[in-house]
């Protein structure tokens, strides 16, 4: 009898991890939310206590050709941070957990630190912790948070009800159009190392590339209007994937409209400039670090007039069926495409 060989690639990453999931329940009385949402949400009494992890590897998530050290600390930290805010809570602690090869010197152990210690300052994290190890296959920066937020504040994916407005910060699809960036000139450099990198022009877009930042500053407002989202996730893998998600976890449909959605002139420019169309990059485009949120109808005078928060849409009954209508008013299906370039090179991996 053959062994069965299922391939990685053909379930997916959320495939995979839903197979896991569903080997392991949950047996402390403390652990309030397991696998499947942005953080997992553990009893802290008075509060809950939010965990989560995320792991960046060289030559997956990040390309040291030109990615600096410490700009990669300060990444590593937001996009934990990001995850924080999703669940609307606040960072307090990080642990490091790091694999280095020996190309590494401690000068540059010291600027990724650089970053880090940045972004601590900046979210207002304590490093608490961590791990060192030998590598043999590059840098590898495994970061563990903790944050808080009161119980009744936590938002989940799943609390979404049938017309809430769909809202979205800050603009998509900058990080992706950076990544493009970044490689063309590698390659062109590599070509030709006489040629310098033309990046000026890009200044925005290789920003919110290798300094993204998570939306803290949203997560503070927000609680200040008193208005708590009634779900939420951050956008790492793209706006489609995430709203995908909200749907999944809320058991309801999402209708977004195409000429609500926030793209960045030059996003749209840097996109039409590589042949590709840029509202796809909007919706399939990772790493941009935003929040996608639904509100109460009621809430809407709250946040109306905010200028960084998008209202592109909103919530309906009809579970799963999740579209776009086009800027031509037709209705389009909305799918997940973030995931394709990983699986056609074999590997898979959040970004
Ligand atoms: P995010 O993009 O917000 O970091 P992920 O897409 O990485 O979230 O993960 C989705 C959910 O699956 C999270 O709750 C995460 O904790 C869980 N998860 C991811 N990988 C694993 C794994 N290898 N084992 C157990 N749970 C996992
Ligand atoms: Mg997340």
């Not at 977004?256 to 030059?266: H, Q, T």
């Amino acid at each position: 009898m053959t062994e069965q060989r299922s391939e990685i690639a053909q379930l997916g990453e959320f495939g995979l991890i839903d197979r896991i999931s569903r080997k392991f329940g949950l047996r402390n009385k403390s652990s309030i939310t397991g696998i499947g949402d942005d953080t997992a949400v553990i009893d802290g009494g008075e509060t809950g206590v939010l965990l989560s992890t995320d792991m960046l590897l060289e030559g997956i998530h990040f390309d040291l050709a030109y990615t600096p050290l410490q700009h990669l600390g300060y990444k590593a930290v937001a996009a934990n941070v990001s995850d924080i805010a999703a669940m609307n809570g606040k960072p307090e602690q990080i642990i490091v957990g790091l694999g280095l090869s020996n190309r590494f010197s401690v000068e540059a152990v010291e600027t990724l630190y650089e970053g880090i210690r940045a972004a601590c300052e900046n979210y207002g994290v304590d490093l608490v912790g961590g791990d060192t190890t030998s590598s043999a296959s590059g840098l590898v920066i495994s970061i563990s948070i903790i944050g808080r937020a009161r119980k009744e504040k936590i938002t989940y994916r799943s609390g979404a009800k049938a017309n809430d407005i769909i809202c979205v910060t800050g603009d998509l699809g900058a990080a992706f159009m950076g990544l493009q960036v970044l490689e063309r000139e590698k390659h062109v450099f590599l070509s030709n190392p006489e040629m310098q990198p033309d990046l000026e022009k890009y200044q925005y877009l290789v920003g919110r590339q290798l300094k993204p930042d998570a939306r803290m500053d949203i997560i503070h407002e927000l609680t200040e209007l008193d208005l708590v989202p009634t779900s939420m996730i951050d956008v790492s893998d793209g706006l489609a994937s995430e709203v995908l998600h909200l749907s999944r976890h809320s058991h309801l449909g999402m209708k977004l409209f195409e000429d609500k959605i926030p793209l960045d002139n030059m996003t749209y420019d840097t996109a039409l400039e590589f042949k590709l169309d840029p509202i796809v990059i909007a919706l399939n485009g990772g790493e941009d670090y935003e929040l996608l949120f639904t509100i109460r109808p009621a809430d809407y005078e709250k946040i109306k007039k905010h200028p960084d928060i998008h209202f592109i849409g909103h919530t309906q009954e009809n579970v799963g069926e999740n579209v776009m209508i086009s800027k031509q008013g037709t209705v389009v299906p909305l799918r997940a495409q973030g995931w394709d370039h990983f699986k056609s090179v074999g590997v898979i991996g959040d970004r």
